[in-house]
Nanobody, 128 residues
Framework: EVQLVESGGGMVQPGGSLRLSCAAS????????MSWVRQAPGKEREGSSC????????YYADSVKGRFTISGDHAKKEVYLQMNDLKPEDTAVYYC?????????????????????WGQGTQVTVAS
């Protein structure tokens, strides 16, 4: 059974940090690239951070660039999202997603994702 399980969400004050983790199982992790997609209340899902393992490239939405860092550990079959200097507008449900390792840029996989599997999501709330 394909599974993506997120953890690490919670409530934090503006300027704070959180680290999200996503544990993958049930598929060949090395054949897929990974994304963190977020959905704020009343808004569409947004590919915030993506990593293409084949060429070790990353992409960040302008709204999170310089504050978020995506990374992965193939041995553990996990992907992470380090979020620093969090802002109230970062409040959202954060989903881990796997995408087939296709030819193309990491920007393309983030902006127009072709999702193989979704995690259940983890809530991040930034408030004072």
């Amino acid at each position: 059974e394909v599974q993506l399980v997120e953890s690490g969400g919670g409530m934090v004050q503006p300027g704070g940090s959180l680290r999200l983790s996503c544990a993958a199982s049930g598929f060949t992790f090395s054949s897929y690239d990974m994304s963190w997609v977020r959905q704020a209340p009343g808004k569409e899902r947004e590919g915030s951070s993506c990593i293409k393992f084949s060429d070790d490239t990353t992409y960040y939405a302008d709204s999170v660039k310089g504050r978020f860092t995506i990374s992965g550990d193939h041995a553990k079959k996990e992907v992470y999202l380090q979020m620093n200097d969090l802002k109230p507008e970062d409040t959202a449900v954060y989903y881990c997603a796997s995408e087939p390792g296709l030819i193309g840029t990491v920007q393309a996989m983030c902006v127009k994702p072709i999702v193989h599997s979704w995690g259940q999501g983890t809530q991040v709330t930034v408030a004072s």
